[in-house]
């Protein structure tokens, strides 16, 4: 049979460790990834089209309105276009230097000329342009109300002053337009208003499903170390109270015998010495797992072929052993080789304590072409353990079994003695 150098277990943990790692680093890879999106559309934000620059779009605005004009009046005799006209049509352009950092007083400069132009009776042409588009820039900025009064306060002006030389209709036209202009300006602002919120709100769920990544990914880091620490204090357990045992039997025999067998004494003392060996290499070797940069044990994981030793060690202990095997036996993969290693030592380690002086002890592993079974028996006189309130043996038997999906069936036997039963389930994979 083949062995690793880790017991099976614990190679099970270490895999799962990496596969965690793995895991980890692919979510760091994922999380960088997805902040260097972040930021490029945070940059992408920064650098958005919020229209021209105001020094190319404020000498375009005043070409189109200068130029414009002087089309729309050629031939009309009717109060041409002087200096000061002229200077109108470039005073409400010049206005939208302002509309960035400024957009109240680029709105009111804008409105001011072109209520000057027109209320001076100068001709018609694209001469508001600028005024348009510094109402636009004054409610994205968010001076709704202010807006809206600047816009009345400028049509009132220009009734009052034209109205003597302007139609009625000419003038509900104009106020009409203005209204349409504005309104198209609250809809571009609430637009805006809208895809920030939804900005906001993207914002706030992708924070708060970081945020449960983190907590689930440190939840999991948690349980894998309750998991770690489970598996070395049960490990610990089996290795010291196995070995601990030992030595308590060789040490009483060797009080007993030391006046008058001193040579059985000397056989009890070179027991104990080797079973505090191997404790300690034993426990060197669940500890090691600890540091990772520690070098890995050399000595072969524990399995069912270790079985003979452990029953030898219980014969020299005291404790006569029968080890009987049904079935072929053949490989079986490394953690459920250590558990089923691990069930039978236990299952010993209560018969020392608790079967008696004179019991005997039988270890039957039974390979089925599903399954595997463990029993151990002793016909001992002495009282077992509890059952139902047992220590952390048969608990741990129990957990070893249910990691695999078996089972362990502890209780006293008929006519005296005690059995322990554990059977572990082997997948197909496992009994090829």
Known sequence: MRRG????????????????????????????????????????????????????????LALVQVFGTR???????????????????????AALLLRHRLPLFALAGALT??????SMLYPNGPGFIAALVAVFSALSAGF???????????????????????????????????????????????????????????AHQEALARAEEERARKEQHRRQVSDERLLIAR???????????????????????MDEQPEQARVALTAIKHASAEALRETRAVLAGLNPGEAAPRTPALGLADVERLAGEARGAGLPVTLDTVGTPRALPPQVDRAAYRIVQEALTNVRRHAGPDATATVVVAYAPRELTLTVTDDGAGA?????????????????????GGSVEAGPREGGGFEVRATIPLSDEETT
């Open 113 to 118: 000329a072109t209520v000057a132009y027109f």
């Open 71 to 93: 089309a729309a009046a050629y031939g009309s005799t009717v109060h041409p276009l002087d200096e000061t006209g002229y200077l109108l049509l470039i005073a409400g352009p």
């Open 235 to 257: 490990e610990l357990h089996d290795v010291i109270g196995h070995h601990l045992s030992l030595i308590n039997v060789q040490a009483g025999v060797g009080l007993h015998l």
């Open 144 to 202: 709704r109300w202010l807006t809206w009064l600047s816009v009345i306060v400028a049509y009132t002006c220009f009734v009052v002053l034209v109205f003597p030389h302007a139609s009625v209709a000419r003038l509900v036209v104009i106020g009409v337009w203005c209204l349409i202009i504005s309104v198209f300006g609250e809809a571009a602002r609430v637009r805006g208003m809208r895809y920030s919120q939804m900005a906001r709100d993207r």
């Open 5 to 60: 150098h880790w017991p099976g277990e614990r190679r099970a943990h270490w895999a799962s460790e990496r596969a965690h790692w793995a895991h980890e680093r692919r979510a760091e890879r994922l999380e960088r990834k997805f902040k260097r999106f972040e930021e490029r559309i945070e940059r992408r934000r920064a650098n958005r089209f919020t229209g021209p620059h105001v020094v190319p779009l404020a000498i375009f």
């Open 384 to 404: 077992p353990a509890p059952v139902g309130e047992g220590g952390n043996g048969i608990a741990g038997m129990r957990h070893r079994a249910a990691t695999f």
